[in-house]
T-cell receptor, first 118, second 113 residues
Framework: AQTVTQSQPEMSVQEAETVTLSCTYDTSESDYYLFWYKQPPSRQMILVIR??????QNATENRFSVNFQKAAKSFSLKISDSQLGDAAMYFC???????????????FGTGTLLAVQP | DVKVTQSSRYLVKRTGEKVFLECVQDMDHENMFWYRQDPGLGLRLIYFSYDVKMKEKGDIPEGYSVSREKKERFSLILESASTNQTSMYLC????????????FGDGTRLSIL
């Protein structure tokens, strides 16, 4: 069974600095998707970034980028030029690329709570 | 903007009650999801629906059922609420081609006394 591990329950970063959130996963599959979701305090969870396992190029979305290391099964999120609005719980998630109902369910990590210090 | 609306932000019920959590989305999404979020456990899928009247069990369906009579509405039902069902419940939706949740509701914090 696939698992997703976020080993940092909490992290802190100074405004304008860069922070990296760690995520590792375990799978025997070769084709899958990885995601980072952001859940701000008392606000809706949103999808931040997505990576297809077959792509070697790391995904980027503005100030958010990932470091995808397939062999190491590592998928870290880098936030550049941190802003106060980046303070949130961040969840890493995995999904198989095979099609078939609940087999495509997202497997979430336990989350990393990011604080941004002014 | 897609909106996923959960009927209650906070709900307090008693053990043994039948509890209904309602979720409505306004973008004609085929897929809808119910998750439970607990500290230290992340999000766990309770049920998934890929069309009207179609549903699949997730990781933790025990003690829950769902109803999807209309495309825009996905209800989560606690048949006989128990204290271990005290949690944050999140509804989400996505288009057919996107099997992961794209849009989430604000969540319902449910307390069972």
């Amino acid at each position: 069974a696939q698992t997703v591990t976020q080993s940092q329950p909490e992290m802190s970063v100074q405004e304008a600095e860069t922070v990296t959130l760690s995520c590792t996963y375990d799978t025997s599959e070769s084709d899958y998707y990885l995601f980072w979701y952001k859940q701000p305090p008392s606000r809706q969870m949103i999808l931040v970034i997505r990576q297809e396992a077959y792509k070697q190029q790391n995904a980027t979305e503005n100030r958010f980028s990932v470091n995808f290391q397939k062999a190491a099964k590592s998928f870290s999120l880098k936030i550049s030029d941190s802003q106060l609005g980046d303070a949130a719980m961040y969840f890493c998630a995995y999904r198989s690329a095979r099609y078939g109902g609940a087999t495509n369910k997202l497997i979430f990590g336990t989350g990393t709570l990011l604080a941004v210090q002014p | 903007d897609v909106k996923v609306t959960q009927s209650s932000r906070y709900l307090v019920k008693r053990t043994g009650e039948k509890v209904f959590l309602e979720c409505v989305q306004d973008m004609d999404h085929e897929n809808m999801f119910w998750y439970r979020q607990d500290p230290g456990l992340g999000l766990r899928l309770i049920y998934f629906s890929y069309d009207v009247k179609m549903k699949e069990k997730g990781d933790i369906p025990e003690g829950y059922s769902v109803s999807r009579e209309k495309k825009e509405r996905f209800s989560l039902i606690l048949e006989s609420a128990s204290t271990n069902q005290t949690s944050m419940y999140l509804c989400a939706s996505s288009l057919t081609g996107s099997l992961q949740p794209q849009h989430f509701g604000d969540g319902t914090r449910l307390s069972i006394l």
